[in-house]
């Protein structure tokens, strides 16, 4: 096993037994990300010097026999949508690419008092929105098993760079899929914990009743030891969740017997490519075979989620992205007036972003609030309902995370809608605002990964992470996140 | 019958006013962050990402600001919401740091309140439609007079921020001048209750006014026109009475009121139409997701009742019988809750309610509005306006000298004994030193003394002026009278 391809867990045993230094772990991982990152474009800011610092303090901690983090010293990287005081923060637009933050996101803050490197920031789809990260306004990023496709997005950026090797974690943020989907995509494992675990504060915000914030790593034990260190109550979210998160490693035991598993009949329709399906429905059967059970349920409004989750979403993002203007930071173009130097500023939006910007301002219309906005906050609560009245059947909901494997990059879509429409089997879980977890489940014709998606009830992010765990030992013991690929290396060739 | 019909009548307008009241909330820190409230901090030294709306921060609600709230509602008579809400408010504005405004547009903290006062020798009650919560926005200052012409503006944030609570009432406000008092009365609440310092000029009050009319007997609201920038109660009352007869002209040609935003221009006297209410924006209000919905504990709620001081009609209703005061002196006493509590301590120190009332009511508000202090300020203390009354009260000065002794006082804080000897102001009352002026009076004033000899008593007040005079002011009037009246009238 190469160096870079440890699971956190993996390397943190070598680093105890002192086979290896944070920082030689750490030089070795900002040589790769100098030699392969070129070809993937997983990383927008490399803050090498910093991450280096990091992990000799961490070194030198160890050395001198103290009580360390469990993540001391082992290096990852933030999605660049995530505060850091001190480093440049974009969120994948023009409009901050020269905006550097006078403070941490808690998440952040969280990290670094544990002793972890932060290697940089990764590419994202600008604001978040997309599903590919190629509205980032900087570069692309390559799937790096296969440079002509989309690593997903919004997060694909760190997607792509834990599945690379380009880190041993990152973390990314979802508003409707933005973990999961590129986590499907590039073959790791990525969890949206239940809104409210993981404090929003240093996240810019896409939408706001919508956005958290999680880890993308190589395998399921990896994804609670991250949650423990970014989960729990933060006084600057109102929010997020009073009290202390438990242990999510405690969860982790591989147990299938009496694991109750629904298969929601809405999330296998015709729009989810056969080979997706087959791939979740064996992942159901090899727990049924280790004794858990297996039903079908249904989640009768799942058809209205795509359309509530739009509303929601364009309506609070347009109202987020408002302050952008030019006025206190970032860049400012110039204008003859107040209002002409605003709308100067706000023309370096990218089209997606003005798109959302356009239907949310929309929405949010005196006449129409109601109409649009306040029947998708109905649809919400019936979509939680659904859930509830599921989980009193079952423990965890399996289903798919994409319709197909990783699309081509540049892909024409016919409409907006089209593109829109991929996302059926991620936006209800953030309307309910419950957890759910993406790993990968087997492999498509075209070699790429195929995603599997376990959802839990709110504040049932243990219990999602137990049963991901008990598939991965049946499936992929190794951990999922580099089983599957077995040997495959980062395409590097380029398109 | 015919000649009813042939004159045909004006017709008599009923006045239709509402008011739309901002008040800052005096709380240590702003309603999201921690930062301080302090007035007059050098620009932008009282900000942090989460006031400035940096990309990533959140708010959380100050818990102090909503029991301020609440306290407020209490004082107007509201009912309290049992949750609070709030919601964006969108508009694109350079000290706006978020694009929107936090506050609270369907379900305000407090609701249907009143206030009730005098007006005419009548009892008044203007209803409180409700009170919500909210942020100050931060402030711009343009190199230049408006921000469009200016060739810059700066902005300082120390004020983004800062809670706020608007007050909505009624539209039972019959008349400009009813409008101010209603007013003078909302303040004296709000600084008795210490929700707000209400300082117009410091902007921490503000007022619109909503004006329209209505033929007498109507039940129809007229079109309205909402006016701004008041910045005195003063120019409430000015401004609205300019609307009342632009109105009634406007209405007597048999035309309609256009509903609009009107600006009050002080200087000229006028108000000038700014926007007309279908320009207005359309402020696109959402729901705030970073804020979640806010219990009110009724507990609570009866705490901070519990909290609530005297207020100004009940402190009247008392001075009225505790110090046997006209209703009217209670009034002026008790409209700012210093002055009455300054009164409460000048007749411990004293006696006598009724002389240390004229006093306050005379001297003591003329030098306050004089010279724009408050209360708290002035060196003069409640122990030293006793001690000057009863210099008066022995006779050591006269109680014209004594309000030239008082000034000094008011404005030094030293003591009345100490400005009497200094200044050399001791009542004249040896009557050997005053004879002597009294005869030159006499003899310098022939025709004057001898209207008196001949018994026009009303002339010998002139004697007494000529010989105050002689002596500065210093001569006992009681005794110059008695020495006058032996020499001059037969017994």
Partial sequence: MELHDLTVRELRQRLAAKEVSSAEVTEHVLRRIEQLDPH?????????????????????????????????????????????????????????????????????????????????????????????????????????????????????GSAAAVAAGMGYWALGSDTGGSIRQPAAFCGVVGMKPTYGLVSRFGLIAMASSLDQIGPFTRDVADAAELLNVIAGHDPKDSTSAPGRAPDFTAALKAEAKGLRIGLPKEYFTEGISAEVQAAVRQAAAELERAGATVEEVSLPHAEYALGAYYMIVSAESSSNLGRYDGVRYGRREAGADVPAMMTATRALLGSEVKRRIVLGTFVRGKERLPEYYMRAARVRTLLRRDFEQAFEKVDVLLTPVTPTTAFPLGRRVRSQMEAYAADICTVAVNLAGLPALSMPCGVGADGLPIGLQFIGPAFGDAQVLQAAYTYEQLAWPEGAGRAWRAGKEVDVDGH | MATETMVKPVTEYEVVIGLEIHAELLTDAKVWCGCSTKFGAEPNTQVCPVCMGLPGTLPVLNREAVAYAIKAGLALNCSIAPEARFDRKHYFYPDLPKAYQITQNDHPLCRRGYVEFELGGETRRVGIHHIHLE?????????????????????????????????????????????????????????????????????????????????????????????????????????LEYEVRRQTEIL?????????????????????????????????????????????????????????????????QRFVEQYELPAYDAGVLTADAKVADFFEACVAAYGKPKIVSNWLMGEFLRLLREDGAEVQDVPLTPEGLAELLTLVDRGVISGSIGKEVFEDMFRTGKSAAAIVKERGLEQISDEGELAAVVDQVIAENEDAAAKVRAGEMKTIGFLVGQVMQKTRGKANPKLVNELLRARLVQE
């Fill in chain 2, 135 to 239: 942020e100050e926005a931060g402030k711009l200052m343009h190199a230049g007079d408006r921000l469009m012409e200016a060739e810059y503006s700066l902005i300082d944030y120390n004020r983004a921020g800062i809670p706020l609570i608007e007050i909505v009432t009624e539209p039972d406000i019959r008349s400009p001048e009813e409008a101010r008092v209603f007013l003078e009365n909302l303040k004296s609440i709000l600084e008795y209750t210490r929700v707000s310092d209400c300082r117009m000029e410091q902007g921490s009050l503000r007022v619109d006014a909503n004006i329209s009319l209505r033929p007498k007997g109507s039940t129809k609201f007229g079109n309205k026109a909402e006016i701004k920038n008041l910045n005195s109660f003063r120019a409430v009352q000015r401004a």
């Fill in chain 2, 252 to 316: 007597q040609r048999g035309e309609e009121v256009a509903a609009e935003t009107r600006h009050w221009d002080e200087t000229k006297g006028v108000t000038v139409a700014m926007r007309t209410k279908d320009e207005e924006d359309d402020y696109r209000y959402s729901p705030e997701p970073d804020i979640p919905p806010f219990e009110v504990d009724p507990a609570w709620v009866e705490r901070l009742r519990a909290q609530l001081p005297e207020l100004p009609r009940e402190k009247q």
């Fill in chain 1, 40 to 156: 993937v474009g997983a990383y927008l800011t490399v803050t090498a010097d910093q991450a280096l610092a990091a992990a000799k303090a961490a070194d030198e901690a160890r050395a001198r026999g103290e009580a360390v983090h469990p993540l001391a010293g082992v290096p990852g990287g933030l999605k660049d949508n995530i505060v850091t005081e001190g480093v440049r923060t974009t969120a994948g637009s023009r409009v901050l690419e020269n905006w550097t933050p006078p403070y941490d996101a808690t998440v952040v803050r969280r990290l670094k008092d544990a002793g972890v490197p932060v290697l940089g920031k990764t590419n994202m789809d600008e604001f978040a929105m997309g599903s590919s990260t190629e509205t980032s306004a900087f570069k692309k990023t390559r799937n790096p098993w296969d440079a002509g496709r989309a690593p997903g997005g919004s997060s694909g």
